[in-house]
Nanobody, 118 residues
């Protein structure tokens, strides 16, 4: 059974940081491209970032460039998203997903809430 479990969300003030984690199991993580998505209240699901299987290449939405860093620990089957300089518009439920939007997104987790508010 494929499982993806996000953690690390919370409520922070603008300018602060959060590090999201996604623990995975049930598939060959070190052969899988992985993606972070988010969905803000009342908005559609939005792509945030993708990292390829070996971690050598990363891709970011314009909204995440320069502030977010995606990474992975293939030994621990875990995906990360370091988010710095958070803005109120980053408020959303963040999901990790197996796959990439360029290929296919096979499954995503239940999400973790990130709230940025003063």
């Amino acid at each position: 059974e494929v499982q993806l479990e996000e953690s690390g969300g919370g409520e922070v003030q603008p300018g602060e940081s959060l590090r999201l984690s996604c623990a995975t199991s049930g598939f060959t993580f070190d052969r899988a491209d992985m993606t972070w998505l988010r969905q803000a209240p009342g908005k559609e699901l939005e792509w945030v970032s993708t990292i390829i299987a070996d971690g050598d290449l990363t891709y970011y939405a314009d909204s995440a460039k320069g502030r977010f860093t995606i990474s992975r620990d293939n030994a621990k089957n875990t995906l990360f998203l370091q988010m710095n300089s958070l803005k109120t518009e980053d408020t959303a439920v963040y999901y990790c997903a197996w796959g990439s939007i360029g290929g296919s997104l096979k499954q995503r987790g239940q999400g973790t809430q990130v709230t940025v508010s003063s």
